[in-house]
C-alpha cells in the first residue's frame, strides 16, 4: 500500500512538472549589479595593500600543531595570495576600467591579529599614496582560519555515514583615502565552506587540504570584489506561453528567435477582452524591453498588467524590475 501512495504521488509530481512546463518558458540573461560601496569618482588608481600580520593569533592552535615557523610562512602565503586572486579576477571583469590593474603592496603588521582596531593613520595613507601614485588604498588588516573535520559513522559499524570537513574564516577589509583620518569603508566578512567526502557511505572526492584552502580563500577574495565593484549576475525571468493560443505561436517564435513578430502577438493579444490573457500579454512585451535594457517601458507594460490581473508572477516581476529601476542610477554613477 506504502508503494502505491509513494508511486501515486511520483506521477503526480511528474504530472504537475509536465503541465508547468507547457504553461511557462525561461530566458536566461546577465545583470549588471551595482557594488556595495561607492568609491569616490577621482580615484583612478587602486592600491592592494596586504598588512595582515603574522602571528599565532590567525590560526586555530589544533590547526597548528606540531608546524613549525617556516611551514606557517608558507601556509600564510598560501592563503593570501588565493584571497588576492579572487579580488583580481572580479576587478579585471569590472566595467569600471581603471580598477582592473592595481598595484600591489605588502607591509606585514608585526602585532597580533587580535590588535585590529590599529589603522593606518592619515600620514601614513597619504605617504604611501603619494610614493605610489595612489588615490585609494584596499587593505587587507587581518585574517583568521579555522580548519574542522566532520565524521558520522553508522549506528551499528565504524564506517562513515557521512564525512566533511568545514573551512572557516573571518577577514577584514579596509579602503582608505588620502586626507582622511579615518577608513572610508570598513568591511568584515564571516565565511564558511563545507566539502563534502562521503555522502550516504559513498565517498564523494578525496580532498586534499591544499584544494579546500585555495577554494575557501579564493572564493573570499572574490565576494570582497563583488562588494567593491559592480558584476554581471546570471539572471532568468518566465514567460507565459500557455494555455492561449496566441501565447503558444509567441513562444514558438521565441524559441526560433524571432522575438520581434513574437511582440506583435503579445501586443495584439494585450487588447483582450479576457483580462487575465491581456495581463500575460503586458507582461510578456515588459520582459521584451527589459531584454532591450529599456527599463522604464518594462515598468510602464508589467503596470499596466497589474491594472488586468495581479496574478502571483507579475506582481514578483514588478518588484524585480523595480529593483533594476533603483539600482540603475547607483550603476551610472559607478561605471561612468
Not at 229 to 244: C, M, Q, T
Request: glycine share 4%.
Amino acid at each position: 500500500m506504502v508503494n502505491r501512495i509513494h508511486l501515486l504521488i511520483f506521477w503526480l509530481a511528474m504530472l504537475l512538472l509536465h503541465a508547468c512546463a507547457s504553461i511557462y518558458s525561461v530566458v536566461e540573461f546577465e545583470v549588471l549589479q551595482p557594488a556595495t560601496v561607492s568609491i569616490p569618482e577621482n580615484v583612478q588608481q587602486l592600491l592592494i595593500l596586504n598588512r595582515a600580520p603574522i602571528s599565532m593569533d590567525v590560526f586555530e592552535e589544533r590547526d597548528i600543531k606540531g608546524v613549525d615557523h617556516k611551514q606557517l610562512i608558507m601556509l600564510d602565503t598560501f592563503i593570501v595570495n588565493n584571497l588576492e586572486r579572487g579580488l583580481l579576477e572580479v576587478l579585471q571583469g569590472s566595467p569600471i576600467d581603471r580598477f582592473r590593474t592595481p598595484f600591489w603592496l605588502t607591509d606585514r603588521r608585526l602585532d597580533t591579529s587580535a590588535m585590529d582596531d590599529l589603522i593606518l593613520t592619515r600620514r601614513e595613507v597619504d605617504a604611501i599614496c603619494t610614493e605610489w601614485g595612489g588615490d585609494a588604498i584596499i587593505c587587507l588588516e587581518s585574517y583568521s582560519m579555522d580548519y574542522d573535520e566532520h565524521i558520522q559513522n553508522y549506528s551499528d559499524s565504524d564506517y562513515p555515514q557521512t564525512a566533511y570537513y568545514e573551512i572557516s574564516s573571518i577577514i577584514k577589509w579596509n579602503i582608505y583615502l588620502p586626507g582622511s583620518p579615518r577608513p572610508f569603508d570598513s568591511y568584515t566578512m564571516v565565511d564558511t565552506l563545507f566539502f563534502t567526502e562521503v555522502q550516504d557511505g559513498l565517498l564523494i572526492r578525496r580532498y586534499h587540504t591544499s584544494e579546500m584552502l585555495k577554494e575557501a580563500f579564493f572564493v573570499s577574495g572574490k565576494k570582497y570584489g563583488r562588494y567593491l565593484v559592480p558584476v554581471w549576475n546570471h539572471a532568468s525571468r518566465i514567460l507565459f506561453k500557455g494555455d492561449e493560443k496566441a501565447l503558444r505561436e509567441a513562444s514558438k517564435l521565441t524559441s526560433q528567435g524571432d522575438w520581434d513578430k513574437a511582440y506583435i502577438v503579445w501586443e495584439e493579444m494585450s487588447e483582450s477582452v479576457d483580462s487575465t490573457a491581456s495581463a500575460k500579454a503586458l507582461y510578456n512585451m515588459a520582459i521584451f524591453h527589459e531584454l532591450e535594457d529599456h527599463l522604464d517601458s518594462a515598468n510602464l507594460l508589467v503596470n499596466e498588467a497589474l491594472k488586468r490581473d495581479t496574478l502571483e508572477l507579475i506582481r514578483a516581476y514588478k518588484e524585480e524590475i523595480d529593483t533594476r529601476i533603483l539600482n540603475r542610477k547607483e550603476l551610472y554613477k559607478q561605471v561612468r
